[in-house]
């Protein structure tokens, strides 16, 4: 039943009705900004393995847009950080005990929280976000209800042509943004067909993620 229900959703939220979808997961969504001030700051996370690989690519294609838009963009390549695995002692780190965390991820998720727009990046590995990525999503348990009115944009790349595939990262994406307080999704970039490194270097989807960077 449950098999069932995903996979209804799945379909329902493929092709342009993509971004209505967010509305099953309890996110608000809306094409305009919800941030009235200027020289925002954007948040870009990698989950990329591959430093200039197509995720990775769309994310600075995303940079260079918010930049232009008079954002001001940080982006994390999540490799070149510690990101230790999510133990039971975590489940203990609510508020500024999360800082007690010996690695990268209380600096980090202190960017998170500061941030006014975050964009959520990675390719499709096994039908879903990789691991790099999943890792500091959980690691972000302490502090996640602070992460309150955030905008979201969500970036991925699938060497499969099928959209479908590339909804399984979306859904991984919204999966934890549907935990925050009072989320609002602004757009996605969906490169299929990608397998290649680099091939989505001069393609539509790098103009899209560009563009959706110029709409922070």
């Known amino acids: 039943m449950v098999t069932a229900l995903f996979a209804g959703l799945l379909a329902s939220c493929g092709g342009k009705q993509a971004d209505n979808c967010a509305e099953n997961y309890g996110i608000n969504y809306s094409e305009t900004s919800t941030v009235s001030k200027e020289n925002k700051y954007v948040l870009i996370i990698s989950g990329s393995p591959r430093r200039g690989g197509n995720t990775d690519l769309l994310c600075d294609a995303f940079a260079r847009g918010a930049e232009e838009a008079g954002g001001r963009v940080e982006k994390i390549f999540l ?5 230790d695995y999510f133990t039971e002692a975590d489940e203990q780190r609510v508020g500024d005990r999360a800082n007690e965390a010996a690695d990268d991820v209380p600096m980090l998720v202190d960017k998170m929280v500061r941030a006014d727009v975050i964009v959520l990046a990675s390719p499709v590995y096994y039908m879903n976000i990789t691991g790099q990525l999943k890792t500091f999503i959980d690691r972000t348990f302490g502090r996640y ?20 595939t590339a909804d399984w990262a979306i859904n991984a994406f919204r999966g934890f943004v549907m935990c925050l307080p009072n989320p ?3 757009g996605m970039v969906k490169a299929v067909g990608m397998g290649r490194k680099g091939a989505v270097k001069g ?9 959706l960077g110029l709409r922070i």
């Open 79 to 83: 490799p070149d950080y510690r990101v």
């Open 184 to 186: 609002t999704e602004r």
């Open 145 to 164: 209800r602070e992460m309150k009115d955030k905008e979201f944009f969500y970036l991925t790349a699938c060497a499969d042509p099928a959209e479908s």
């Open 203 to 211: 393609s539509p989807y790098e103009e899209q993620a560009y563009n």
